[in-house]
């Protein structure tokens, strides 16, 4: 059962113009989500994350929309530019106890990018 | 820095071998995780390790065994491989259970078993 899930495995995009990924999820056990941006034949790496206690984070051209309601979370990117162009990851972090810690994430499967020029 | 560095890239088995992906970081980092991405998957968690000497099991463990002794390193070792095991393989670490925004992960090695 999957519990994080990106419906479209692609998306095209010109120049200039938004992106918008969406992912949702099934679980109201987690407390923080994150996305990844992956290139070709590299690892995954950080790209922003929003806290289940917010509906909004913004870092530069990225932003975060989160509707705890619908359990859905969605990335948006203005403007978009070619070197975007890459697989992007949401993942969703259980809530621990108090005082508790994890690192352990739960993946959705990926959306492929594509910003034509 | 370099970083996550994963060894081997590549690797062909053939059912029923045994071989170790080795992973190394440098950042002095107490939590290490291995994972794997199939293709409709997404990546799933197999085993991680918050400090040397401490292990745990992730999502999908069974198969595969690993080890921590030192801060460094945290190798995954294939006792058996089986083709179902053909997949990416990403190690990943972290300062600790509390730095999940700072994860780093390795290039990955692309593991084929015939």
């Known amino acids: 059962d999957q519990q994080v899930k990106q419906n479209s495995p692609s998306l095209s995009v010109q120049e200039g113009r938004i992106s918008i990924l969406n992912c949702d999820y099934t679980n109201s056990m987690f407390d923080y989500f994150l996305w990844y941006k992956k290139y070709p034949a590299e690892g995954p790496t950080f790209l922003i994350s929003?806290?289940?206690?917010?509906d909004k984070n913004e870092d530069g051209r990225f932003t975060v929309f989160l509707n705890k309601s619908a359990k859905h979370l969605s990335l948006h990117i203005v403007p978009s530019q070619p070197g975007d162009s890459a697989v992007y990851f949401c993942?969703?972090?259980?809530?621990?106890?108090?005082?508790?810690?994890?690192?352990?994430?739960?993946f959705g499967t990926g959306t492929l990018l594509a910003v034509q020029p | 820095n370099a970083g996550v560095t994963q060894t081997p890239k590549f690797q062909v088995l053939k059912t029923g071998q045994s071989m170790t992906l080795q992973c190394a970081q440098d950042m002095n980092h107490e939590y290490m995780s291995w994972y794997r991405q199939d293709p409709g998957m997404g990546l799933r968690l197999i085993h991680y390790s918050v400090g040397a000497g401490i292990t745990d099991q992730g999502e999908v463990p069974n198969g595969y065994n690993v080890s921590r002794s030192t801060t460094e390193d945290f190798p995954l070792r294939l006792l058996s491989a089986a083709p179902s095991q053909t997949s990416v393989y990403f190690c990943a670490s972290s300062y600790s259970l509390r730095s999940v925004d700072t994860q780093y992960f390795g290039p990955g090695t692309r593991l084929t078993v015939l």
């Open positions: 993942a969703a972090r259980y809530r621990v106890p108090y005082g508790g810690a994890t690192n352990k994430l739960i």
């Open positions: 929003i806290s289940s206690i917010k």
